[in-house]
């Protein structure tokens, strides 16, 4: 077992000597249907491009993809929602 240290872009504390658990694909996908309809009430949409190393990448696209607060959506409303729920996220970076 490999002892990581991961400090995510939010600036929480790193994780020290433990191993991340791996994102579960189905968790995380249910979560961003819980986020979506929030998002498509504006007239944007997110779409997941991948996953690697506990870090969710996103594309917004409609409204969100050119909208100048989507960085903060992201880190302030998604980021949190996604840690929150799905074990094994570290941190979440968009498009």
Do not use: F, H
């Not at 994780?15 to 791996?22: A, D, N, T, Y």
């Not at 998002?39 to 909208?67: F, I, K, N, R, Y």
């Amino acid at each position: 077992m490999q002892d990581l240290t991961i400090a995510t872009s939010s600036g929480d504390a790193a994780i020290e000597g433990k191993e991340l658990p791996e994102v579960d694909r189905e968790v995380l996908e249910a979560t961003l249907e819980y986020i979506r309809p929030a998002l498509q009430a504006d007239g944007g949409d997110l779409v997941l491009t991948g996953v690697e190393d506990g870090v969710v990448s996103l594309e917004m696209v409609g409204a969100c993809g050119g909208c100048p607060l989507s960085l903060m959506t992201v880190k302030a409303g998604i980021e949190r929602i996604l840690k929150d729920r799905v074990p094994g996220v570290v941190a979440v970076d968009a498009s």
